[in-house]
């Protein structure tokens, strides 16, 4: 049984914890956060996940923390057992999940597996640390900001091999493992290239409440780093390592006027450990909060405008002569489904969320996938079956008939998923580097597995900054 601990107790730890809580060679032994209230919230979802019951696991200090003064004094002896007020017996869960604030006090606790999931630019420096003191480490993407951070994170990765995993879920998803059984199968023939479209919204909101998100030297970028970098992960799993790259950033929709010009055009180092402090009329530069006050001492700015791109645009060439066009905005309307085509010499391969597309020859148009039932091409398709459809050039029409249904896969939400757009192979990406570190199999989410993305994406920034 491995101790985990997760590190960041935003949204995205809530993936994490469902997946332990669903993991038998696991359990969740610390959450640390600088804000405590949200740690122990996540513990109680955990408890909740894990017995399928609703807990009040606070101890009576933390339980007079989180109440008004004036109804602290209420029904002590029932919080001094554990129980929630006007409750059962059965919802005493002695968890035993500790609560700290401080991640360094994680390096001298027993624990096996830290999850990292604070903001971009702690994850190399809590990952080394970690690493040094014997812990392995499972951390969100980005893997860094900064080729210079990556090379440090490379070199704690030599002294430690098999510790460390990068969370590239969308591997792990159904809709890519069917991708990657018919390119072997060969029902495309030879890649020849690729394109992939990420249209979400990211609006003034979403930035003013996180106080590290819209700054170069503490996100590392916006839309490409952030939102569509494992869309870039994926589109690179198929095509390899570009020889050539040329891209074009841009914020459209939430430009910084404050007659600073861009940073993208003046070449400023955006891991410099510096910062731009929003709202001041000349841009005022600051030191950078140390990262082991993970943000505790930050106010929320009050700014309408961020530093980093809300779109990206890139243009790629392989050795191989395949070519790729990616693109990128958080300018959207909507969270859209994420779009990913394969083009071969004998066909094409198309994800359009969870729906996935084949066009050839031999097949004509199959959907191989989906999380919907197939209905209104024709009404004779029942749900769940494999659609096949022909042009009839001579008629001028478009022919529907339906073929075997085993080769269209049903595919539901994952229980662990929280957005969907997020994608639902978190929990067999985390079960996967537990599983590995068990056995000593190398995990394929290693560092050198993220190495191709991660380069690619620092080039294209390279490109225009």
């Known amino acids: 049984m491995k101790k985990a601990a997760i ?28 804000d405590e209230e949200k740690a122990l919230r996540r513990r109680e979802e955990y ?9 009040n696991d606070r101890s009576p200090a933390e339980e007079m923390d989180k109440k008004p003064k004036d109804t602290q004094e209420l029904n002590p002896e029932r919080k001094q057992a554990g129980m929630s007020e006007g409750g059962s017996d059965k919802h005493k869960v002695p968890s035993g999940i500790k609560i700290c604030t401080d991640w360094h006090e994680l390096c001298g606790m027993d624990i096996d597996v830290v999850h990292i999931c604070t903001p971009h630019y702690l994850h190399v420096p809590m990952a080394v640390e970690l690493m040094n003191a014997g812990k392995a480490v499972f951390m ?34 159904e809709t890519t493992r069917i991708i990657d059984k018919t390119i072997a199968e060969g029902r495309i ?39 569509s970098i494992h869309t870039l992960d994926l589109l690179l799993r198929y095509l390899g390592e570009p020889v050539e790259i040329k891209a074009t950033l841009a914020n459209h929709h939430l430009q910084r006027n404050t007659g600073c010009g861009s940073d993208y055009e003046n070449g400023r180092d ?63 309307a909507a969270d859209a489904p994420v779009i990913l085509e394969l083009q071969g010499d004998k066909g094409r391969i198309s994800m ?34 494999t659609a096949q459809i022909a042009s009839d ?62 380069r690619t994406m620092m080039k294209i920034y390279a490109y225009r900054r």
């Not at 408890?47 to 807990?55: D, M």
């Not at 031999?362 to 029942?382: M, R, T, W």
Request: hydrophobic letters at 35%; one cysteine or more.
């Open 47 to 55: 408890l909740r996940e894990r017995t399928g019951e609703i807990v």
């Open 189 to 227: 023939g030879k890649v020849t290239g690729g394109r992939a479209f990420v249209t979400w919204r990211r609006d003034e909101d979403y930035y003013r409440c996180s106080a590290w998100k819209g700054r170069l030297a503490t996100e590392g970028g916006g839309a490409l780093i952030n939102q």
């Open 393 to 454: 050039k001579s008629a001028g029409v478009i022919r529907v008939r339906q073929t075997k249904g085993e080769d269209c896969q049903q595919i539901g939400q994952h229980p662990c998923t929280i957005k969907d757009y997020w994608g639902s192979g978190h929990k067999a990406c985390i079960e996967d580097f537990y599983r590995c570190l068990t056995t000593g199999d190398p995990f394929p989410v290693n560092l050198k597995g993220a190495e191709n993305s991660f």
């Open 352 to 385: 359009n969320g969870s729906t996935v597309f084949l066009e050839n020859e031999e097949d004509g148009f199959l959907i191989l996938a989906s999380d919907i039932p197939v209905k209104g091409v024709a009404e004779n398709l029942q749900a769940g079956s």
């Open 7 to 34: 590190i960041g107790c935003g949204g995205i730890s809530q993936v994490h914890l469902r997946a332990i809580a669903g993991m038998e060679e696991a359990e969740l032994a610390v959450l640390c956060d600088v």
């Open 140 to 173: 969100e993407k980005p893997c860094a900001v900064s080729t210079e951070q990556f090379e440090e994170l490379a070199a704690a990765d030599a002294r430690h091999p098999g510790k460390l995993g990068i969370c590239f879920q969308n591997r792990y998803n």
């Open 270 to 332: 955006h891991v410099s450990g510096a910062k731009i402090v929003f709202g001041a009329a000349d841009c005022v530069l600051e030191d950078v909060c140390p990262e082991d006050t993970h943000n505790k001492h930050e106010e929320k700015p009050d700014f309408d405008r961020i530093e980093v791109e809300d779109t990206v645009e890139a243009w790629m060439e392989f050795e191989n002569g395949a070519r790729a066009c990616f693109y990128a905005s958080t300018g959207y």
